[in-house]
């Protein structure tokens, strides 16, 4: 499928709504990694995260009787909040189905947003229960966090960013969680750019991307230890196929490594960046040699961090 | 005196050794403060921080003869690293007297840039003997972090770069420590706007600047207990007349109200500031009458914070 004109088309028409984030260079980080980074700042993006980018487009996907009824979608971080600023921008109802563990700052962040917060059980299936009750008493949309077509585009839109200002890089790196981020990207570098390989981080604790990637099938974690809380689900079968084709690698990273590369970020950078977002950098720490005099972009996907809970 | 000129030609000749740093906003903290404030960040300047603008300009200043014979400071702050690396960048000797019980990471990063540490004991006039000790024996040049007027002017070529870039601002805050870069604002605001105010702001705990800018005559600390470690010193007889003459007021802010402005500004600006440097913004938070919707530069002077010790 040829999406060049649709990526244009929606990138156009969440514009209005977005920021064209500035792309931040640090000399010292530079000359650590031996390669020419090029970081994209999703962490100054609106809500702080790329996240936004998504939800808005795919609530510009819905028709006005859709719009009219609401969204609804369950996460307990980033896009809780992305879907409830979305349908305030957009002037719609968003329901946000919450797990009861869900931190306290979360909750918080959804309620200033306006979103209608529904608090479910922990698992997975309570909350995907209690969005079916909604959808059905309400008539609102579903939206994915990440296995939505108009989602991976949305956030496609990055990278088709930071390709418009560097068109000549041989490298972008994202972390990799859901896969919309990744997919995304994936396509945006295939349609924008001669030449650029897309790679993703992730965390070893998590590294169901990883196995997937290898085996050909959509595989799951045993596991969600890791400090990246934002990578702990797996792929969908709408993001996986195009990160099947367009993915050129998925580097994992020890938890201290990945650590060791925000510390790194904060301090020599002086910017605010969540665990999950630093990963793509830890990878190019990792394997240097593979990046080695390279042109790279990163995606600093967000900067939503509880800062009463530090890894340092 | 006319400074318009020498703070042209001394911009000038530190250009190619600094950053032209981004100025920030967010929609959100000038909807908090009910003014529009432009954030000048100084926080992503060359090792952190505006002093090495000021440091560059003093070694510009030296005789061939005298930056042969390197220079020297006392320091256990940013100004040690502002020495060090000025003399680097400019190929010349820094000794950099240093107190027993600077911390750990101030000495290492001082090493990491060039400065020949020299240890003395914790008392101010401990460093200064020492520091005389070196100029006895290597007749370099001593180097004072706020009270030298290549200091000052150099310092307020932020200030400067900020009118230059927004030529409207009512309000320019600045911290007040040693007072070089309030003294260096204030002159660029007189010299570069039309009716631009400038105000400072200080630590309630170490008010010595708003006493002194009130009695006429330069006033002392007796405790140094604030969070604020960069704005404990005193004002000097240079850039006290300055001040006198061309800045507005300065106005005192309580220890909560700076971790409360700190912790806003990472929260939602997601870059990293300093405690000393976020005194400004807790003063127009403390007096939003007098701000109300003007429009606003606040100098967000340095990003240099030890991530293990937080007040959050």
């Given at each position: 499928?040829?999406?060049?004109?649709?990526?244009?088309?929606?990138?156009?028409?969440?514009?209005?709504?977005?920021?064209?984030?500035?792309?931040?260079?640090?000399?010292?980080?530079d000359?650590?990694?031996?390669?020419?980074?090029?970081?994209k700042?999703?962490?100054?993006?609106?809500?702080?995260a790329?996240?936004?980018?998504?939800a808005?487009?795919?609530?510009?996907?819905?028709?006005?009787?859709q719009?009219?009824?609401?969204?609804?979608?369950h996460s307990?971080?980033?896009?809780?909040?992305?879907?409830s600023?979305?349908?305030?921008?957009?002037?719609?109802?968003?329901?946000?189905?919450?797990?009861?563990?869900?931190?306290?700052?979360?909750?918080?962040?959804?309620?200033?947003?306006?979103?209608?917060?529904?608090?479910?059980?922990?698992?997975?299936?309570?909350?995907?229960?209690m969005?079916?009750?909604?959808?059905?008493?309400?008539?609102?949309?579903?939206?994915?966090?990440?296995?939505?077509?108009?989602?991976?585009?949305g956030q496609g839109t990055?990278?088709?960013?930071?390709?418009?200002?560097?068109?000549?890089?041989?490298?972008?790196?994202?972390?990799?969680?859901?896969?919309?981020?990744?997919?995304?990207?994936?396509?945006?570098?295939?349609?924008?750019?001669?030449?650029?390989?897309?790679?993703?981080?992730?965390?070893?604790?998590?590294?169901?991307?990883?196995?997937?990637?290898?085996?050909?099938?959509?595989?799951?974690?045993?596991?969600s230890n890791?400090?990246?809380?934002?990578?702990?689900?797996?792929?969908?079968?709408?993001?996986?196929?195009?990160?099947q084709?367009?993915?050129?690698?998925?580097?994992?990273?020890?938890?201290?490594?990945?650590?060791?590369?925000?510390?790194?970020?904060?301090?020599?950078?002086?910017?605010?960046?969540?665990?999950?977002?630093?990963?793509?950098?830890?990878?190019?720490?990792?394997?240097?040699?593979?990046?080695?005099?390279?042109?790279?972009?990163?995606?600093?996907?967000?900067?939503?961090?509880?800062?009463?809970?530090?890894?340092?």
């Amino acid at each position: 499928m040829e999406y060049h004109h649709i990526l244009k088309e929606h990138h156009d028409r969440i514009k209005p709504f977005i920021h064209n984030t500035p792309v931040l260079r640090s000399s010292l980080l530079d000359s650590l990694a031996g390669a020419k980074i090029h970081f994209k700042c999703e962490n100054f993006q609106k809500m702080g995260a790329f996240k936004i980018r998504g939800a808005v487009n795919a609530v510009l996907a819905l028709s006005e009787d859709q719009r009219a009824k609401g969204i609804v979608t369950h996460s307990s971080g980033n896009m809780a909040q992305a879907v409830s600023l979305a349908a305030r921008i957009l002037g719609i109802k968003a329901y946000i189905v919450m797990p009861e563990n869900a931190p306290q700052v979360k909750k918080d962040a959804v309620a200033d947003y306006g979103g209608e917060i529904h608090i479910s059980g922990n698992h997975i299936k309570d909350r995907e229960l209690m969005a079916e009750t909604l959808i059905e008493k309400h008539g609102c949309s579903f939206i994915h966090p990440s296995n939505d077509l108009n989602v991976i585009l949305g956030q496609g839109t990055a990278a088709k960013e930071l390709l418009e200002d560097y068109g000549d890089l041989d490298f972008i790196l994202t972390p990799v969680g859901g896969g919309g981020l990744l997919a995304g990207t994936a396509l945006s570098a295939h349609h924008f750019s001669e030449n650029c390989k897309v790679i993703a981080g992730e965390p070893m604790t998590v590294d169901d991307a990883y196995r997937s990637f290898h085996s050909g099938k959509i595989e799951f974690n045993e596991s969600s230890n890791t400090i990246a809380d934002g990578l702990r689900t797996h792929l969908g079968d709408i993001n996986f196929p195009i990160i099947q084709k367009h993915v050129h690698d998925i580097i994992r990273v020890e938890e201290a490594e990945i650590v060791q590369a925000m510390r790194l970020i904060w301090e020599r950078m002086k910017i605010i960046i969540e665990p999950s977002c630093v990963v793509p950098f830890a990878a190019v720490l990792k394997q240097k040699e593979k990046f080695k005099n390279k042109n790279i972009g990163i995606i600093l996907s967000g900067g939503n961090v509880d800062l009463s809970k530090l890894p340092f």
